[in-house]
């Protein structure tokens, strides 16, 4: 059943950033799959009204005050008549909502659900809980999320953390990974056909004891990006390891320490400092690497590495948050992080790698097997399937909280109720004070809909035409068809599987 | 709070001009609708001298000269009762009253059209909201007409639907029908109509076109 979803984020294009590709990404493929996907954001400068992207995802750039960081300014109300309209023109079902800091994403959800559509919220990032900013931004989500139908998180990790800022049952939230684009981030020896690189030499099959290994680091130099951890590894690899260059790339306010350290034990010959690279040069810095270090403290996912292993990298990272999810063992070398264990963790890399105990050409397919955004939509998919009842509720929480008397997910939150009695009783378990505010936002914004319904009424409100819908391939209707009807996981298998097969009959028909 | 209802007429005296009036004056066509038609003109002219009348009259009698013309055409009853009627009302109703009643009085409804004329151009005209000033009329030339769409804008807290005609070397667009917006049914068959007359044939061959062109309030 194809669904009418509105993503909802303050956060979008024009502006870089992997909530907004995500965002994008995940639309697209969404509108493959025969959804309608309009995107409501913020207007930026230059960047305002209506917009139709490529294949006809339309975005709504609505005119509001921008506060700090491209973040509007929470009004609660205000944004209530902008986005019925919207919502009633476009004939929304699903709202789904990006970015726990994104103040839009969180007034359409209280909305949304006064209005009776279905909601999904996507966390992109880990929080603390115990300074006042934190605080404050996990009461809010909390608000947010106390009335949802269902939560998706970028890793388990980020799951957890969620599942603790917000007080919801696990159930209900699933965790669906970002993905890549593989085909921006192809090894050098897939790189043939590309002119510009046919002279540079692939990475040889085997490296020997005395051949340069190049590490590649891209990151913002950031605290929270684990700079400092670098900036004290990084002599100590140099001293233990002589055939061994450094190319860091990425700028922030750490970048003065780390030439500061280059300075000090005059490595300019050794370390390459790019300084801040554009995304779509990434890949061109990262193939002349063998190694990518991510000494990272926090990360909710790290797509980075992902990008780092589909260009053929061996990768050595810290144990740290979503990112032992992330890769597979032979992939990956682990650190604790800790100044010694990076130093150790990245010889043994060394090692492995002067050995040939890695098969790094292999990397980009296993990667491109393991992250596609069309899984992604599909997993998505699943979710909003789950939400509005076109799966069964035992299937779709796989039994747990089986169906009739008291479910895990209906029994806290009666989720599926959109009574507004149920609403407030959600509302008022959020804290003393703030159960009774949410409570009584939650009232005005039902009155506010009343109001609305008797001088805006619907009947007044035109319908937008929708983009007109390509025609699928035989194959991939079958595909989206059929897949409906078995249990979720060996679906997913099986639709990836014949991807791949229809992949490979493609790529044997350029050939002949 | 329900806005005026709006009606399309679509006129084609030749097979090369079309013109599209969109209106919110009523057009009387049954016996009854045309009784309370005039019936409502004539409250209006009457409501208007009223109003009139009582301005007059209190400044006349505030500045204690004779009100003769009413005892002209009222006689003198008339005339006495009115001062008197005038005298104990004071200025700070009776001023903001009256003009309120005045301008309901000289207020109708809007006419917006567009009329087309095959290898001519377009011309749109928008009517003025009072019965004290007249229309505003803007012929655009075939030949500096780049493109005509509907397409959608933020206005208000709500999204409306437009009509725009792009025109050469103008940095924005000429919105049709700006003060009505009608609903969008409306706005595609003028849309249809126009650029059949325009560029002949089955409604032009971009018809199913979209135009990814924005402007955020029009």
């Known amino acids: ?512 | 709070m329900a806005p005026p209802k709006q009606s399309l007429t679509v006129l084609q005296p030749t097979p090369s001009t079309v013109s599209f009036t969109v209106s919110t004056r009523p057009v009387p066509k049954t016996l009854p609708a045309l009784f309370s038609f005039y019936l409502s003109v004539l409250v209006k002219i009457l409501l208007g001298t009223l109003a009139l009348t009582a301005l007059w009259t209190k400044w006349r009698v505030n500045t204690a000269k004779s009100t003769w013309p009413l005892e002209i055409i009222l006689g003198d009853t008339f005339e006495e009762w009115v001062q008197k009627a005038v005298e104990s009302i004071q200025w700070m109703y009776l001023a903001p009253a009256a003009l309120a009643i005045l301008y309901k009085v000289i207020q109708r409804g809007y006419i917006e059209s567009l009329l087309a004329l095959s290898s001519l151009g377009l011309q749109t005209r928008t009517s003025s909201p009072t019965y004290l000033s007249t229309s505003t009329t803007r012929f655009i030339p075939t030949t500096a007409i780049q493109d005509i769409f509907i397409y959608e804008a933020f206005k208000g807290f709500e999204v409306r639907f437009y009509l725009a005609i792009v025109v050469k070397g103008e940095e924005d667009v000429v919105v049709v029908f700006p003060k009505l917006l009608p609903r969008r049914d409306v706005l595609e068959e003028v849309w249809r109509g126009a650029r059949a007359c325009l560029y002949g044939g089955e409604g032009g061959s971009g018809i199913r076109r979209k135009h990814e062109r924005e402007k955020q309030e029009i």
């Open chain 1, 1 to 512: 059943m194809p669904y009418n979803i509105a993503m909802i984020c303050d956060f979008f294009f024009p502006q870089p950033g992997g909530v907004e590709s995500h965002i994008y990404q995940l639309s697209s493929k969404l509108i493959d799959r025969g959804h309608k996907v309009i995107i409501i954001t913020h207007a930026y400068a230059g960047r305002t009204g209506i917009r139709y992207l490529t294949n006809g995802l339309k975005v709504y750039h609505v005119p509001f005050f921008v506060i700090y960081r491209e973040t509007t300014f929470p009004t609660v109300f205000s944004f209530f008549p902008v986005f019925r309209n919207i919502v009633i023109r476009e004939q929304i079902e699903i709202v789904h909502g990006h970015a726990s800091l994104s103040n839009l994403c969180i007034e359409a959800i209280l909305h949304a659900r006064t209005m009776g559509l279905r909601t999904v919220f996507t966390d992109h990032s880990l929080f603390g809980f115990a300074d006042a900013g934190s605080i404050l931004t996990n009461k809010l989500l909390k608000f947010a999320l106390s009335d949802i139908d269902h939560v998706i998180c970028v890793s388990h990790t980020c799951k957890e953390n969620t599942v603790l800022r917000a007080s919801l049952d696990p159930l209900m939230v699933s965790v669906i990974p970002n993905a890549v684009v593989a085909e921006n981030f192809r090894p050098l020896s897939n790189d043939s056909h590309n002119p510009r690189h046919r002279d540079a030499p692939g990475p040889p099959p085997r490296i020997g004891p005395h051949d340069t290994i190049t590490i590649v680091v891209i990151s913002r130099l950031f605290y929270n990006k684990g700079t400092d951890l670098l900036i004290a590894a990084l002599p100590r690899i140099l001293a233990l390891h002589p055939n061994v260059r450094f190319i860091i790339a990425g700028s922030g306010p750490k970048a003065i320490d780390l030439e500061q350290m280059i300075e000090r034990n005059v490595l300019q010959e050794r370390v390459d400092l790019l300084g801040p690279v554009r995304h779509d040069e990434v890949r061109d810095v990262m193939v002349r690497g063998h190694i990518y270090l991510h000494p990272s403290l926090t990360e909710a996912f790290g797509t980075v590495i992902v990008e780092a292993a589909s260009c053929g990298l061996y990768v050595v990272c810290t144990r740290v948050g979503g990112i032992p999810e992330v890769l597979p063992r032979h992939m990956t070398e682990f650190a604790a992080p800790e100044e010694d264990d990076i130093v150790a963790a990245t010889g043994r890399a060394i090692a492995a790698l002067r050995v040939g105990k890695v098969r790094t050409e292999l990397f980009h397919n296993q990667v491109k097997q393991m992250y596609s955004w069309t899984d992604v939509a599909q997993r998505t998919e699943r979710v909003y399937d789950g939400i509005s009842g076109a799966t069964s509720h035992d299937q779709f929480y796989q039994g747990a909280g089986a169906g009739g008397a008291w479910s895990a997910t209906r029994g806290r939150a009666g989720v599926q109720s959109f009574a507004l009695i149920e609403r407030l009783k959600r509302y008022y378990g959020c804290g003393i004070w703030a159960g009774k505010l949410f409570c009584l936002c939650a009232i005005v914004d039902y009155l506010i809909y009343v109001v609305l319904e008797i001088f805006a009424p619907r009947s007044r409100i035109d319908l937008a035409r929708n983009w007109p819908k390509k025609e699928f391939k035989d194959e991939k209707g079958r595909d989206v068809g059929s897949s409906k009807d078995d249990s979720g996981i060996s679906r997913k298998r099986s639709a990836r599987r014949r991807e791949k097969r229809d992949e490979r009959e493609e790529s044997q028909e350029s050939l002949i």
